[in-house]
């Protein structure tokens, strides 16, 4: 019994190493037929050429990819290029209109900070007046000069940016109109969307800086009124010294 299960066992394994080495001659007869395949298309149609890298019939297989078992090819109609440039134009509208927008804001933001500040210089001078020391009078004087040569260059500032500002609004404006009309609807109302966002931040700077001016003009004319007192009061004084001089010498 135990000699027939060792015949048993060399058996299988003989049957084993048979199976195996038919797999082996299976896949070296595959693999030589792969070969020779190769062989007859590299002679039939031949080596490829570097120059053939740059052909345009290779370029455009290039672009084509295999989706689903499906060759798809991507579109480059006349509409769909219409449509992507015109993307492409509010992208560049957008952009355009931002840095304006944002230059024009800072402009009259500074503008009225350099009008405040010379307000408030101008009240503390008018608050002190005949009450200073000639060096502090002198001082408070240069310093509003000093914030209205300010005020003055950022309002050229304003005046420049806001040129530029209503140039990008109107170019943004023509943007998406031609993004529309070209089928890119969700461009045109992006760049719409963004031309309100810039009015509604521009009025808000405007709004401001026109707070700002209608401050200075009231102090322009507290100014006007206490100048006034002011001169009363020397020509008071000065009348009354007089008088008394008078009277002294009497």
């Given at each position: 019994?135990?000699?027939?299960?060792?015949?048993?066992?060399?058996?299988?394994?003989?049957?084993?190493?048979l199976?195996?080495?038919?797999?082996?001659?299976?896949?070296?007869?595959?693999?030589?037929?792969?070969?020779?395949?190769?062989?007859?298309?590299?002679?039939?149609?031949?080596?490829?050429?570097?120059?053939?890298?740059?052909?345009?019939?290779?370029?455009?297989?290039a672009s084509?990819?295999?989706?689903?078992?499906?060759?798809?090819?991507?579109?480059?109609?006349?509409?769909?290029?219409?449509?992507?440039?015109?993307s492409?134009?509010?992208?560049?509208?957008?952009s355009?209109?931002?840095?304006?927008?944002?230059?024009?804001?800072?402009?009259?933001?500074?503008?009225?900070?350099?009008?405040?500040?010379?307000?408030?210089?101008?009240?503390?001078?008018?608050?002190?007046?005949?009450?200073?020391?000639p060096?502090?009078?002198?001082s408070?004087?240069?310093?509003?000069?000093?914030?209205?040569?300010?005020?003055?260059e950022?309002?050229?500032?304003c005046?420049?940016?806001?040129?530029?500002?209503?140039?990008?609004?109107?170019?943004?404006k023509m943007?998406?109109?031609a993004?529309?009309?070209?089928?890119?609807?969700?461009?045109?109302?992006?760049?719409?969307?963004?031309?309100?966002?810039?009015?509604?931040?521009?009025?808000?700077?405007?709004?401001?800086?026109?707070?700002?001016?209608?401050?200075?003009?009231?102090?322009?004319?507290?100014?006007?009124?206490?100048?006034?007192?002011y001169?009363?009061?020397?020509?008071?004084?000065?009348e009354?010294?007089?008088?008394?001089?008078?009277?002294?010498e009497?």
């Amino acid at each position: 019994m135990q000699v027939i299960r060792q015949c048993s066992a060399c058996a299988k394994r003989a049957a084993g190493e048979l199976v195996r080495n038919q797999e082996v001659s299976l896949l070296q007869r595959r693999g030589a037929a792969c070969i020779r395949y190769l062989s007859t298309s590299d002679n039939r149609t031949g080596a490829q050429k570097p120059g053939e890298l740059t052909n345009p019939t290779h370029i455009s297989m290039a672009s084509l990819s295999v989706g689903h078992g499906l060759w798809q090819v991507e579109d480059l109609s006349h509409h769909s290029l219409i449509r992507r440039a015109a993307s492409v134009l509010t992208d560049s509208s957008s952009s355009f209109l931002s840095q304006a927008t944002l230059a024009l804001t800072d402009a009259l933001t500074d503008y009225s900070k350099a009008v405040h500040s010379r307000i408030i210089f101008q009240k503390r001078y008018l608050a002190s007046l005949g009450k200073m020391s000639p060096s502090e009078e002198e001082s408070l004087r240069r310093a509003i000069s000093g914030w209205r040569s300010e005020a003055a260059e950022r309002l050229n500032e304003c005046k420049h940016y806001d040129s530029t500002w209503i140039n990008a609004v109107n170019l943004s404006k023509m943007a998406a109109e031609a993004a529309y009309s070209s089928g890119a609807h969700q461009a045109s109302i992006l760049v719409q969307t963004n031309i309100q966002v810039a009015q509604s931040q521009v009025e808000e700077a405007r709004k401001l800086s026109s707070e700002a001016d209608k401050k200075l003009a009231e102090t322009k004319v507290e100014e006007i009124q206490r100048m006034a007192e002011y001169s009363a009061f020397l020509e008071g004084s000065e009348e009354r010294e007089v008088h008394e001089a008078y009277l002294r010498e009497d």
